[in-house]
């Protein structure tokens, strides 16, 4: 493969630079997933990739390049769709309630799948907050299959799933810069097409972009914007959370412009030990959900199966609610 060729035609600054066909972005990101490209070309690639700007055609070659290659799971029997929740980013001004809501669905029966980073190099990622509950992430993917047969829930490691888009998010700390695997990894359903995704971003952008590229697919999901870049919606202002489904997109909620009347009671400090401590009592019920992370639970029954409309998905959560414990 002449890795000048797409240097030369990616790296031509924004006016002279030029998108890559979908085939070429798949094969050039397949090579860059394998391994394949030299160092010193696949800096340059990853570099003029975030001067130009990704296109659709081209995330949506490398989504494809990417749901060729990496280890994929089996779907848990039954009729829900396991819920696959991308967490990269973790928490440094608030309290990470990815985890939370995880929780949350585990209490409802339905299986989810966690997939992220362990370390999060100054922020408090969902594994940490997770292993105060004793839940430990698993080492590889067969269990991984396992602990998700067991107890329908499992935390999996992104080095254990593709070990070659691993590599190319772990480009940031030489270069210095995001590139296209950060987007790529908040996309990625180990169930390739059979798990309900929570897709998160925070830039306009971004989310246009995942919408674009997640509905040509034809991806079963939830796109939200992110808090911190967690997929969990904002405890204090509800964003606009929209179900994509077979190419088809559905308003589930408006995003709220004003702040909550009544603010939820979060802690001051955002560890993981105080994070859990907080979330041990919300599932008990001596705290109240946030109301944004109840709407945002009520789509995830929705378009998980578990309820047959929203409308009924609200009735259960209002009706159920978090009255019971975690473990």
Not at 66 to 84: F, I, K, S, T, W
Not at 174 to 182: E, P
Not at 226 to 243: F, L, V
């Amino acid at each position: 493969m002449n890795y000048a060729h797409y240097i030369r035609e990616l790296g031509r600054g924004s006016e002279g630079a030029r998108d890559l066909s979908l085939d070429e972005a798949r094969q050039l990101y397949g090579a860059m997933l394998d391994g394949g490209v030299p160092e010193l070309e696949l800096g340059a690639i990853a570099i003029a990739l975030r001067l130009k700007g990704e296109s659709i055609d081209e995330m949506i070659g490398f989504l494809s390049a990417l749901n060729e290659r990496h280890y994929a799971m089996q779907c848990p029997q039954g009729r829900l769709r396991p819920v696959v929740v991308p967490s990269y980013n973790g928490a440094r001004k608030g309290i990470n309630l990815t985890p939370l809501l995880a929780l949350l669905l585990k209490r409802y029966g339905i299986p989810v799948l966690i997939h992220g980073l362990i370390e999060g190099y100054g922020r408090v990622t969902s594994a940490q907050v997770l292993r105060e509950f004793g839940l430990m992430p698993c080492s590889s993917i067969s269990q991984g299959q396992q602990m998700l047969d067991d107890s329908g829930f499992v935390f999996v490691p992104l080095s254990a799933i593709s070990p070659g888009l691993n590599n190319l998010l772990l480009l940031r700390s030489r270069l210095g810069l995001r590139n296209s695997a950060h987007s790529l990894v908040k996309m990625l359903d180990p169930f390739k097409g059979g798990g309900m995704l929570l897709a998160a971003a925070t830039h306009p952008d971004y989310l246009e972009m995942m919408r674009e590229v997640l509905g040509a697919l034809g991806v079963h999901g939830l796109l939200l914007r992110g808090t911190e870049g967690e997929p969990y919606a904002n405890p204090k202002r509800r964003p606009r959370i929209e179900h994509l489904y077979e190419g088809n997109c559905d308003v589930l909620f408006e995003a709220e412009h004003d702040s909550l009347k009544m603010l939820p009671n979060l802690p001051e400090s955002c560890d993981a030990k105080t994070t859990a401590d907080w979330i041990r009592k919300v599932m008990a019920g001596e705290v109240a959900l946030p109301s944004p992370i109840a709407n945002q639970l009520a789509c995830c029954l929705f378009a998980s199966g578990y309820a047959e409309d929203i409308n009924q998905a609200k009735a259960i959560v209002a009706v159920e609610g978090s009255g019971q414990s975690v473990c």
